[in-house]
């Protein structure tokens, strides 16, 4: 780029610190509060001159200055060659293009021709008078900017008559101004990120940002330099590999191009719908997406072509792909994991690590499966329940001890028992129920039932059918019996040993072990 044109004394200082103090070109930037470049420029006009140092006595500024600047040649603008605007202004929408590059293009195919300052200065006057959308530099395939139409569409119910308000979705892809629409019954999460994908599939792929307003279906608390997006929101943006750029709160500039964008569907679309009724959903995206061919499709009034050309030739090109599948709807809480290692959602309980006790996870529950993460692990998935009330439980969540006892159940146990006998069932079934919860009694039911492989099961078979005489069905009055051998004795040596049913107090073989 030229250097910038400094005062004669100041060049005068940049060649008198180069040749008498013998100072580098940094040096002499630093010194002279100018850039290296610009010092560097200096000197290469300079050493064109055919001048040499110290100058002439009779070289006055004036002249020095003509020397270093000679004027350029006074040609005619067809000799020069006039840059083709709208062609500038095409190229400037491709990724790393510059005005200096564009104008070093310029010079290569015209050497003659105008001077980087007078290009730049052109073209911005050229810009200006373009409308106010279209004056905004995008990159091919950059933004795509997103919002709702102030405006909403009715939709008759057949069966009642009732008139229900359409929300109109509005998607603008930056450099092209190509346009999506579409129809939703409602701004909530849900519909937003389903308006997401489908226009994600109405360009054939993605871009690289995605610009929505402050809605709070994208941005759960607005903040001018780090507003906090929806978890969910950020999820289906990782799964398609885009940024989300909510608009600065109030900078209207930030969402020009989604605002103007709702203008023309408002003007173009709703306005010519309005006397037309429809009766679904569908059938009002059906007429939508007709008029929206024919917007895209419509010629811009200052600039050629129209936005579908433009969106053909310089924004799909530089789309993202796809991913293979769409995003799978999401939601994300954030919940507290209750002292029985279990996380509640909609009415059900689902298990986590034991060790996740008291901590804070994060829920994300899609429409057949609840994940859980913890500090950004995957640490449980469930299929998902709708039966309230209940758990669903892995088993290697549970604490060890839980772990063994949960391997069985009430029927498990009186399955075991009827092997023994059926007194050791009776005694087995009267455990269970004596407890509010049978899971209380496993650990003595266990207990009782290994007692057989100690002293026989014909033994225990015996003890328990004294013991229910007795009324007793502890874990202790069995092993007393069998100790002492009393399930051999007449039943009146026992009544004193036996401990009456209601003093009972069940204990687990872990206490007898």
Known sequence: MPAKRLSMRKIKEVLRLKWDKHLSNRQIASACGISRPTVSEYLRRFSETGLSWPLPTDLDESRLEQKLFPPAPDLPAQDRGLPDWQQIHQELKFPKTTLF????????ANPEGYQYSWFCDHYRAWQGKLDLVMRQNHRAGEKLFVDYAGQTAPVIDPATGEIRAAQIFVAVMGASNYTFAE???????????????????????????????????????????????????????????VSIVPARVRKPRDKAKAEGGVLIVERWILAALRHRQHFSLGQLNASIRELLTLLNQRPFRKLPGNRQEHFETIDRPALQPLPAEPYTYAEWKKARVHMDYHVAFDGHYYSVPCSLVKKEVELRVTEYTL???????RVASHHRSTHKGS?????????????QAGEWSPERLVRWATKVGPATSQLIIKALENRKHPQQAYRACLGILRLGKAYSEERLESACQRALMLGSCRYKSIESILKNRLDERPLEIQEELALPEQHDNIRGPAYYH
């Not at 871009?207 to 709070?216: A, G, I, R, S, T």
């Not at 758990?391 to 001890?401: D, I």
Request: glycine content about 4%; charged content about 20%; proline content about 7%.
């Open 101 to 108: 590059l564009l104008w070093q293009e310029y010079r290569a």
């Open 183 to 241: 129809a939703t019954w409602s701004q909530k999460l849900p519909d937003w990120i389903s308006s997401h994908i489908r226009a994600f599939e109405f360009l054939g792929g993605v871009p690289e940002l995605v610009v929505p307003d402050n809605l709070k279906s994208s941005v759960t608390k607005a903040h001018r330099y780090e507003p906090d997006l929806n978890p969910t929101y950020q999820d289906m943006a990782a799964h398609y590999g």
């Open 371 to 377: 994940e859980v993460f913890y500090q950004g692990q």
């Open 391 to 403: 758990h669903t439980t892995v088993t290697a969540h549970m604490p060890e001890a839980h772990r």
